[in-house]
């Protein structure tokens, strides 16, 4: 886990009154234990908030856990192919691998350490079936679904709903998101943290030993998207709309990427990305070690344009730290991208190829429309987005499974 900053450290950046609002609310839950529980340490949003979150809510008092279950690559396959069936993608789901993600519950129920205090908080649906040991553990449990579940591969969400519906409540991060459930559904957007290596304030001259580092032209306009390499993140469509691009304006286009340990398909979209771009040496295709913070950081503050051009996308923390660094982005219309970027306000939307292309190309010859974009963008992300405000939606989603129906006091 990276350095903790001190709340306080976050005042000049979000004013006193929301910290003082955030120790308000702790005294509250001070000395709750609250036990989170995902399925990688490192690599993608989850990982990324929880390396955040859980110092700041140590500070404030709760004594907040994290652990990850532990699985083999067939289960990590099966569970693959349950996150993209639920983002509606088209996947052969057949019983063996509801029984490969069964047979890995039943070890993790049998291995992992629950806690026996206030609640039991659960990322994504890989740890779901830990809920059967409920009984004996947290006093309320929490299903946090971080995917786009609008459309959902029926036979997946059926099998996994039958587990959730046994969660005191899920939590979504956009109201598209939400199904119909017998339990309490919250809607909390993630955020990121201003003040981590990903997001704080860099040098120039460390900016520039980046760039040369990875051999990339400090002179030409750089267009640029982080991602785990995985279809959904549709590289490819990226590089195509690239090279509409390139076409007509003279600029290198950057995919960075580093590898999520719950995720055996990225090898093979990391090869796929490769071969489609080994023509052209304006594009870079960058398989960074998961840790680099710094150079990710370095990499979007470098960029002229940033591009999430997801097909399905939960949130897309990368579009909210690209915004955060004041950056015009270009993002597809999906998911949660849409709380993010109001077209032609905080950022352009697209929603093909050819609309991505376009949106690149309008920015990178337009550089004052693209800097209000970005100033626009930023703001939005400091109102809405940083881990101050998330803080405070836990805090009051943990006390209000204590008080269901009630009004809290403060
Ligand atoms: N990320 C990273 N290195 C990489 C790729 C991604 O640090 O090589 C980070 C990225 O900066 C962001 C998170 O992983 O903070 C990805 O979150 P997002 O919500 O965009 O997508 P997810 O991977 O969760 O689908």
Redesign the pocket.
């Known amino acids: 886990m990276q350095a903790l900053h001190p709340l306080k450290e976050y005042e000049p950046v979000i004013g006193s009154q929301v910290i003082e609002e955030l120790h308000l609310l702790a005294e509250k839950t001070k000395g709750w234990t609250i036990q989170n529980i995902n399925s990688t340490s490192v690599?993608?949003?989850?990982a990324?908030i929880l390396n955040r979150m859980i110092p700041l809510l140590q500070e404030l008092g709760v004594n907040a856990r994290w652990d990850v279950i532990k699985g083999g690559e067939k289960f990590y396959r099966v569970t693959k192919k349950f996150h993209n069936a639920l983002h509606g993608k088209e996947e052969e789901i057949g019983q063996e691998d509801f029984d490969v993600f069964l047979e890995t519950g039943e070890m993790n129920k049998k291995m992992m350490e629950l806690s026996n205090g206030e609640v039991c908080f659960i990322h994504d649906p890989q740890p779901i079936t830990l809920v059967d040991q409920r009984e004996s553990s947290a006093k309320k449990w929490i299903w946090r679904c971080?995917i786009d579940v609008s459309n959902p591969n029926p036979r997946v969400w059926n099998f996994l709903k039958k587990y959730i519906d046994r969660y005191n409540a899920a939590v979504f991060s956009a109201p598209s998101f939400s199904q119909p459930l017998s339990i309490r559904q919250f809607l909390i957007a993630?955020s990121?943290d201003p003040l981590s290596d990903?997001n704080k304030e860099l040098s120039s001259d460390f900016i520039q030993s980046v760039l040369q580092k990875y051999q990339l032209d400090p002179e030409k306009p750089m267009v640029t998207q982080?991602?785990?390499f995985?279809y959904l993140k549709d590289p490819l469509g990226v590089i195509e709309a690239f090279e509409k691009v390139y076409r007509y304006i003279d600029c290198q286009l950057v995919l960075?990427?580093?590898e999520?340990t719950d995720d055996p398909e990225s090898t093979e979209v990391l090869a796929k990305t490769r071969e489609r771009a080994a023509q052209n040496p304006d594009i870079h295709i960058l398989a960074?070690p998961?840790g680099?913070?710094l150079e990710?950081n370095a990499l979007q503050r470098a960029s002229a344009v940033v591009v999430?051009k997801s097909l399905k996308?939960?949130?897309?923390?990368?579009?909210t730290?690209a915004l955060w660094k004041g950056k015009p982005v270009v993002a597809s219309g999906v998911g949660g991208i849409t709380l993010q970027i109001t077209h032609k306000y905080s950022g352009l939307l697209c929603h093909s190829v050819d609309g991505a292309a376009h949106a690149i190309k309008q920015l990178l010859q337009n550089s004052d429309y693209a800097k209000k974009l970005g100033e626009n963008g930023r703001e939005h992300v400091r109102q809405n987005f940083l881990l101050t405000r998330h803080l405070k939606d836990y805090l009051l989603l943990f006390l209000s499974l204590f008080h269901e129906g009630d009004i809290i006091r403060f």
């Open positions: 690599g993608g949003g989850v990324e971080h993630p990121i990903k982080v991602s785990r995985d960075a990427g580093g999520a960074i998961s680099s913070d990710i999430q996308e939960g949130f897309g923390l990368t579009v730290e």
